[in-house]
DNA sequence: ACCTGCACCTCTATTACATCA
DNA sequence: CGTGATGTAATAGAGGTGCAG
C-alpha cells in the first residue's frame, strides 16, 4: 500500500494507523507504552465515571487554572473558568470553532496551517507558529466567519459547542474513510466543500475516525490473544495430564518402545498471532511478512512447569530517534 | 555530507458537549 | 426533571518527516 499526503510518502503513518496494534510495542514514547494497558481496560468496556471525568476536566483546566486537590467542579464552574480566561486571554474571544472561517478570498482550499492542531486554539501554547506563511490570520479568521452548517448560535462566554454532524455527512465520511484513511490537502478541502464543513473539522474526523478504528482493532486482537492464551493453557493442561499418565506407566512397567513414540512436543513452538497456527519448531508459521510478529514461546514440558506467558507486543518496526 | 530550524503531518490522551436511558 | 453513562467533536502536546538554508 502506499499513498501520498502532500506529496509525501505516508506509509509509515498508514502502518501505525491500521497495523495492528501488536506492533505498537517498540515504541518509546511513554503514551505509546500505556496503549496496550488502555486497549486491555477497552476490552472490558468501562468508562470513566463523572466524578473522574470532573477530576479530569479539573486537571486539564488546570491549564490555566490549577485544580484545587479533591474538589470538584460542574459545568458552571467549567463555564465560569471559560469566561475567566476569555477575561484574562481577550484574543479568546470571539472564536468559535464551529463556524466556518469566511469565504472570503483567503483560499479555503489551503487554508494555510489550519490543518495542524497548532493552527486553532492549540497555538496558544507557543510551541511553533510565528505567522510566516499563512500571514496568521487564521484565528481571526475562524471566529469571523459564519456559515449555514452553524445553527447553533453559540459562540458566547468562550465556552465550545459541540457540532453534530448530520447523518448525511457522516455517510459521506464514513465512504471516504473506506476509500482512504488519510486525507491529502485537496481531499480535504474537496470533501469540506461537499459537506459544508472546514478542512479542520474534515481534518479532526478523519483522525478521531482513526483513533476509534485502531482501538477496535486493538480490542479484537485483545480477544484474539486471550483466546490463544485459553488455548495454550488448556493444550499445556493436557500435555501435563499426558506426562502424569506416561510416567505412571513407566513406573508400572518396562518401557515399551511404542510409548517413546509419544515423545512432548518440541521445546518451543513459534506461533503466529494472527492466525494462531503452530509451525514446526524454527520454521515461522506463515509467510515471511509475518516472520516480525512471531511469537517464540517456551513451552514447559515437565509436570510442574509454569503456565505460559504470552509476550505479545512486538515487531514495530524501530523508528528514527 | 551533516546540522538545524521550520512547516506540516499524525498519533495519543484528554476535555467537553450532546444525547440517551 | 436530574443524573450518570456514552458517543464523539475538539483540543493539547509529542514526535516524525521533508525541505531549505
Redesign the pocket.
Known amino acids: 500500500m502506499e499513498m501520498t499526503?502532500?506529496?509525501?510518502?505516508?506509509e509509515?503513518?498508514?502502518g501505525?494507523?491500521?497495523g495492528l496494534?501488536l506492533g505498537?510495542a517498540g515504541t518509546?514514547?511513554p503514551?505509546?507504552a500505556?496503549?496496550p494497558q488502555?486497549a486491555l481496560a477497552a476490552a472490558a468496556?468501562?468508562?470513566?465515571?463523572?466524578q473522574q471525568?470532573l477530576q479530569?476536566?479539573?486537571?486539564?483546566?488546570g491549564?490555566f487554572f490549577p485544580a484545587p486537590s479533591g474538589e470538584q467542579r460542574s459545568?458552571a464552574d467549567?463555564?465560569r473558568?471559560?469566561a475567566l480566561a476569555c477575561h484574562e486571554m481577550p484574543f479568546l474571544r470571539g472564536?468559535d470553532?464551529?463556524r466556518a472561517p469566511a469565504t472570503g478570498g483567503a483560499s479555503e482550499d489551503e487554508e494555510?496551517?489550519a490543518?495542524?492542531?497548532?493552527s486553532?486554539?492549540?497555538?496558544?501554547?507557543g510551541?511553533?507558529?510565528?505567522p510566516?506563511?499563512?500571514g496568521g490570520g487564521e484565528q481571526e479568521r475562524a471566529g469571523a466567519g459564519s456559515d449555514d452548517e452553524d445553527d447553533?448560535g453559540?459562540g458566547g462566554g468562550g465556552?465550545?459547542?459541540?457540532?453534530?454532524?448530520s447523518k448525511d455527512q457522516?455517510a459521506v465520511l464514513e465512504e471516504s474513510f473506506k476509500e482512504h484513511?488519510?486525507?491529502n490537502?485537496k481531499q480535504k478541502a474537496a470533501l469540506a466543500r461537499q459537506l459544508r464543513l472546514r478542512p479542520?473539522?474534515v481534518?479532526?474526523?478523519?483522525?478521531?475516525?482513526?483513533?476509534?478504528t485502531?482501538l477496535k482493532q486493538t480490542e479484537v486482537d485483545c480477544e484474539s490473544l486471550k483466546r490463544c492464551c485459553e488455548t495454550l493453557t488448556e493444550e499445556n493442561r493436557r500435555l501435563q495430564r499426558e506426562v502424569q499418565e506416561l510416567r505412571a506407566l513407566k513406573l508400572l512397567a518396562p518401557p515399551a518402545p511404542h510409548l517413546y513414540m509419544r515423545a512432548p512436543p518440541p521445546a518451543t513452538l513459534t506461533m503466529c498471532p494472527s492466525c494462531e497456527r503452530v509451525a514446526p519448531s524454527g520454521k515461522p508459521a506463515g509467510d515471511e511478512s509475518r516472520a516480525a510478529t512471531m511469537v517464540t514461546r517456551p513451552v514447559p514440558t515437565g509436570p510442574w512447569g509454569p503456565v505460559p506467558v504470552l509476550p505479545v507486543f512486538v515487531g514495530r518496526p524501530a523508528?528514527?530517534?
Open positions: 499526503v502532500n506529496g509525501r510518502d505516508t509509515h503513518h498508514l501505525l494507523g491500521l496494534s505498537m518509546t514514547s503514551v505509546e500505556a496503549a488502555r468496556p468501562v468508562t470513566l465515571g463523572r471525568q479530569q476536566s479539573w486537571n486539564g483546566a491549564l459545568h467549567d463555564r473558568l471559560a472564536i470553532v464551529n494555510p496551517g490543518s495542524s492542531p497548532d486553532t486554539l492549540s497555538s496558544l501554547s510551541k511553533r507558529r510565528a510566516t506563511r499563512s447553533s453559540a465556552s465550545r459547542k459541540k457540532l453534530r454532524l457522516s484513511s488519510t486525507l490537502p479542520r473539522q481534518e479532526v474526523w478523519f483522525q478521531n475516525r482513526r483513533a476509534r485502531k523508528q528514527r530517534s
